[in-house]
């Protein structure tokens, strides 16, 4: 998902999104950890996203602390 998609969606939402791509980076863990993962480049993908993710909330709250001051 790229971030300009990222930035139409709810803060809710964008949690949402967070937590599925943690849960789907865990779960390739446990099978890089037993030998039976297929595409170690998704790893890569999901840290990248969930990065973009924490980015564009992060930026929320910025502005959020800069307009209420």
Do not use: C, F
Not at 7 to 16: D, F, T
Not at 43 to 61: F, G, M, S, W
Request: aromatic share 0%.
């Amino acid at each position: 998902m790229k971030i300009k998609e990222l930035r139409e969606l709810s803060v809710e939402e964008l949690n949402a999104r967070r937590r599925e791509l943690r849960q789907e980076m865990l779960n390739l863990r446990l099978q890089q950890q037993s030998g039976q993962l297929e595409n170690p480049s998704r790893l890569k993908v999901l840290r990248r996203e969930v990065a973009r993710i924490e980015t564009v909330i992060t930026d929320r709250a910025h502005a959020v602390a800069n307009k209420a001051a």
